[in-house]
């Protein structure tokens, strides 16, 4: 079983290596030459971003040729959903890919913007993860048909969320960052960004392609990188992933 990923701060990644399989990063995948892929059982293991899939994570499903008997789809959030799986599952089927299992998990979120890590880090048990994931992978082992079913109003709140991103975000939410003079230039936030975003000098140079996935500023060493409005300094990396595992993933 072929497992296709996309994780920032680790979460997909946990999944994914729980789930197991043969895990493919989706950044590595783009970067790579083949685009076709085969097996009896074909996964994809994403974030939810702006109430749906990160662009990352688009532009795999316009690019890529999948052919299994069996294709399915686990996205993981960390306060609501919205219509995200509802738009992830419409731009499959524009593509030929035909998902026969799509599901959610609830997890700790990321976005500093909106969240206190603080208080996103100690609700994480009372989210149940190990018991909704046990159910979930009991679900692809029997090879389960299922679709999240998703209301009108949260694939319409999910559509309009997603145009306003594209507007009025666009790429240029790095301008939003500021490096501390506590930088020591080590590096991590460019081997951590899926899209080439960063590159070092004496200090980190955003190149205003940015998809906000964050892992710049969640993996940073020295806790140097700011976002505007963040809600606390804390920052957060899945307890089940290293930080070179996740250099590993998008480079």
């Not at 085969?38 to 688009?58: H, K, L």
């Not at 996205?75 to 599952?89: D, K, R, T, V, W």
């Not at 976002?227 to 899945?238: D, G, P, Y």
């Amino acid at each position: 079983m072929k497992i296709f990923y996309f994780t920032s701060t680790g979460n997909g990644l946990a999944l994914a290596k729980e789930i197991g399989g043969e895990l493919y990063s989706i950044p590595q995948a783009l970067k790579g030459k083949q685009f076709e892929f085969e097996d009896d059982e074909i996964g994809i293991v994403f974030p939810c971003y702006y109430f749906g899939a990160p662009s990352i994570v688009e532009e795999f499903l316009c690019k890529v040729k999948l052919k299994a008997d069996y294709i399915y789809a686990i996205m993981s959030y960390g306060n609501i959903s919205a219509g995200a799986l509802c738009e992830f599952n419409k731009i499959a089927k524009e593509k030929g890919i035909k998902i026969s299992y799509l599901n959610e998990i609830l997890m700790v979120d990321n976005y500093l913007p909106i969240y206190n890590m603080d208080r996103q880090i100690a609700k994480e048990p009372a989210k149940q993860i190990e018991k909704n994931l046990s159910k979930i992978i009991s679900d692809i082992k029997e090879r389960k048909q299922y679709i999240k079913k998703t209301c009108f109003c949260k694939k319409i709140f999910s559509v309009f969320a997603q145009k306003m991103h594209a507007v009025f975000v666009n790429g240029n939410v790095d301008k939003r960052f500021r490096v501390e003079s506590s930088c020591n230039a080590c590096g991590i936030c460019e081997k951590v960004c899926p899209v080439d975003n960063i590159k070092m000098n004496d200090k980190p140079e955003f190149s205003h392609h940015c998809i906000e996935c964050l892992a710049c500023t969640h993996n940073c060493p020295q806790n140097s990188i700011r976002v505007k409005w963040e809600r606390s300094r804390t920052r957060f990396i899945n307890k089940n992933v290293s930080v070179n595992e996740i250099i590993k993933a998008n480079k």
